[in-house]
């Protein structure tokens, strides 16, 4: 029997063969901060089933299939940045670079692997109570991007995030996102990747007192899909609202893994996640809320649900809370069921045809989540995705 | 209009249904009155095409078509309407869109074009003033949070609506206090029509006070049993079931 720990980590080999020519590669700070983190994917290795967070998302294995794994250069870039500032690391970086990039959470295997390899590496910093009329346009693809974003004190932002790559693309994406007192970022992610697809993406997010995070992230799914989602509460009276909706068709994944810590008091967090599963699929939410000593008056609440569309779909559901502070409201629930039989006959009765039927009650099953965006007409563009991603999972089932 | 013959009709395997005669004209309305269990809600099921409600025997003949061939989507689009005892809530669809949705496609599949959504909601609001149902009531998740009240009125305004030739009201006066049972039975009265007819099921003789019928059937364990005039609503609230069943017998 081979023993998988000491097989060869690409990523390994890859900071060996690349380390020097990385952007901003010689800059002092910036390479002991690349090298703890090569420190931490050579002590943690490949995430894989049997670590428990990686229970339902075998990246090891998904990754023994992909012959290009590091090879296609990571693409990010930045669109409508007029009036903030852009740091592309060619040259001395600014303080609020330093004092932020690659500095928090450098806990995870994958955050870790994009900061030590990122060959496409951008910072924005959004100046204190700014508020751009044109949101922000970031994509990316390949293999590794890295992402910094900076929102200073009252200033408001939306981010559109779009994942770019082609048909065998492995990538991985750090996204870090900092915002000062009374910012606010809405921060949306529509993914369509394409089936054979391996995409990681983990975002940090530190909100600060009275700053506000919301985000929604609408996937279709790859072959492998992971969003890991760190979000610290960490002044008084911040919040976080996140939103997300899957549609799954036949042979893909998507995994979103949440981590909400409210560390401050009067923190509040909301969390609305829907899933459709058709085909031969698998859908995944982990959402871990933790409410530290101190965070009292605390509200989080914490819901998701899945659609099983057919026999051979699978949805996986894991909220869990932990508690140390006094005086807190905790809420969560989660249930997968199938399409409601009576809804579908009381449609059908009133003439609307099964196809027609089933495709309201799945609109209706998703609604809550995608209305959770606020700008419409982005929430027109999401919905038409989800409608294209619903005729798709129908399609595979059951 | 529709035509039942020896109808047999199983759920889950067990028989419901066994050798049920009915024979409904244009322009009529019939009544079916039977005790809990007798198989009132099977046969308007089994009329609507409810996946589960297997006919097992006999036959339906709807305007000279064979019923039973045809989805519970067809039916509807070919003219029949079940008004439900317990209208479904579906959180997440607006009434209105609701409406629209199943008007349109009933539209579809008679070969006619869509209405746009003012056209829709402009029908839809003549129909409601008369029903007593408020627009904010259109805006809202259909069924979701309505009284009793409110979800018979909504299902007679998709009669009105939908303009059936059949129209099965299933137990359109269980939960109903007296002021909403005669709004709605004077909309279904408004809908009597010489093309239209209107099977009414009900356990109670109450309903058959507003929505006077020309036929009264009794039903008992999957047969009818006794026929009669409007007069028989009367004896059957004077005597009882059981008696009558006895007296059948």
């Known amino acids: 029997m081979t023993t998988r720990a000491t097989a060869p980590n690409p990523f390994l080999e890859e900071f060996a063969a690349h380390a020097a020519e990385l952007p901003g590669a010689g800059l002092p700070w910036l390479d002991a901060r690349r090298a703890d983190a090569i420190k931490l994917v050579r002590a943690q290795g490949i995430p894989h089933r049997r670590i428990e967070d ?345 | 209009m529709l035509e039942i013959k020896d109808l047999h009709v199983a759920v889950g395997g067990k028989e419901i249904l066994k050798g049920l005669n009915l024979e409904i004209r244009a322009g009529e309305v019939h009544a079916i009155m039977g005790p809990n269990g007798s198989g009132k809600s099977t046969l308007s099921y089994a009329l609507a095409g409810r996946a589960g409600y297997e006919v097992t025997g006999g036959s339906i003949v709807y305007k000279g078509e064979d019923l039973t061939a045809l989805s519970t989507d067809a039916r509807a689009a070919k003219g029949i309407f079940l008004a439900m005892q317990y209208p479904v809530e579906i959180p997440g669809v607006t009434t209105i869109n609701f409406l629209k949705t199943a008007l349109n496609a009933q539209r579809r599949a008679r070969g006619e074009s869509d209405l746009d959504a003012v056209s829709v909601l402009r029908l839809v609001r003549g129909k409601a003033a008369t029903l007593k149902v408020p627009e904010e009531m259109l805006k809202r998740a259909l069924n979701v949070g309505f009284s009793g009240g409110e979800k018979k009125r909504l299902e007679i305004l998709q009669m009105a609506l939908f303009e059936p030739s059949l129209a099965i009201l299933d137990e359109t006066d269980s939960g109903l206090d007296i002021d909403a049972l005669k709004l709605v039975a004077d909309g279904v009265n408004a809908l009597r029509a010489p093309d239209r007819a209107m099977l009414v099921i009900t356990h109670y003789q109450r309903l058959l006070n507003y929505i006077v019928p020309d036929r009264v059937h009794v039903l008992s364990a999957g047969r009818i049993i006794k026929q009669g005039g409007k007069e028989l609503a009367h004896e059957l609230e004077a005597k009882g079931y059981e008696q009558i069943i006895k007296d059948a017998a």
């Open chain 1, 54 to 398: 990686w229970k339902y998302t075998d990246l090891r294995a998904a990754l023994e299939g992909a012959n290009d794994l590091g090879k296609g250069a990571g693409v990010a870039s930045l669109h409508n940045t007029d009036g903030l500032e852009v740091f592309e690391f060619g040259s001395d970086a600014p303080l609020w670079v330093v004092e932020n990039f690659g500095a928090a959470g450098m806990d995870d295997t994958m955050s870790a692997a994009s900061l030590a390899l990122s060959q496409s590496t951008l910072a924005l910093r959004v100046p204190a109570n700014a508020s751009p009329a044109q949101p922000v346009d970031f994509e990316f693809g390949g293999a590794h991007a890295r992402l910094l974003i900076v929102v200073e004190a009252g200033a408001i932002i939306t981010l559109l995030e779009t994942p770019v790559g082609g048909a065998e693309s492995f990538s991985n994406t750090g996204v870090e996102i900092v915002l000062h007192k009374g910012a606010r970022l809405n921060h949306i992610r529509t993914a369509s990747n394409a089936a054979s697809a391996i995409v990681i993406e983990d975002l940090t997010v530190r909100v600060a007192a009275g700053a506000q995070y919301r985000a929604h992230f609408m996937s279709t799914g790859a072959k492998l899909s992971r969003t890991e989602l760190h979000i610290t509460l960490e002044g008084k009276g911040a919040e976080a609202h996140v939103s997300g909706v899957s549609v799954l068709d036949d042979g893909r994944h998507a995994d979103v893994t949440t981590h909400i810590v409210h560390a401050a008091a009067d923190t509040r967090s909301t969390q609305l996640f829907k899933n459709i599963a058709g085909g031969h699929s698998r859908a995944v939410y982990q959402g871990k809320i933790t409410v530290a000593k101190g965070a009292d008056g605390s509200d989080s609440r914490q819901t998701a649900k899945g659609l099983l569309l057919g026999l051979r779909a699978e949805i996986d559901l894991k909220p869990e809370l932990e508690i140390f502070a006094d005086d807190v409201k905790c809420a969560h629930g989660a249930a997968v069921g199938d399409l409601d039989v009576e809804s579908l006959f009381y449609l059908r009765s009133r003439g609307i045809p099964e196809a027609e039927a089933r495709a309201l009650l799945m609109r209706a099953f998703l609604g809550d989540a995608v209305d959770e965006i606020g700008n419409g007409d982005i929430r027109a563009a999401v919905w038409s995705k989800v409608e294209a991603a619903l005729a798709k999972a129908t399609e595979t089932a059951p």
